[in-house]
Nanobody, 115 residues
Framework: QVQLVESGGGLVQPGGSLRLSCAAS????????VGWFRQQPGKQRELVAA???????AYADSVKGRFTISRDNAKNTHYLQMNSLKPEDTAVYFC?????????WGQGTQVTVSS
């Protein structure tokens, strides 16, 4: 069983930065796919960034050049560094890890970008 604990959300002004963390407990390996989705009110959950395989990253067009996904395998933690935040980035952010055919999710963390 895998459990994910997210941290790092909050309120930030436009142009500011936040770093989200997703710490995993259980059997996680460097080859497991990890990533982040977000969900805005009234919209479907969308993929923001992912590490689908070793040393491969993928980003939604809306965050390219502003967000960076990374992982620390020694800590079983992956991160989402968010820079140049915009009001439209406001959402609940969910991390995930794929282990075999199963996908495990974090509890979600609110990110609000507002002046």
């Amino acid at each position: 069983q895998v459990q994910l604990v997210e941290s790092g959300g909050g309120l930030v002004q436009p142009g500011g930065s936040l770093r989200l963390s997703c710490a995993a407990s259980g059997s996680i390996f460097s080859g497991n796919a990890v990533g982040w989705f977000r969900q805005q009110p009234g919209k479907q959950r969308e993929l923001v960034a992912a590490i689908p395989s070793t040393e491969v990253t993928a980003y939604a067009d809306s965050v390219k050049g502003r967000f960076t996904i990374s992982r620390d395998n020694a800590k079983n933690t992956h991160y989402l560094q968010m820079n140049s935040l915009k009001p439209e980035d406001t959402a609940v952010y969910f991390c995930y890890v794929r282990v075999g055919l199963a996908t495990y999710w974090g509890q979600g963390t609110q990110v609000t970008v507002s002046s």
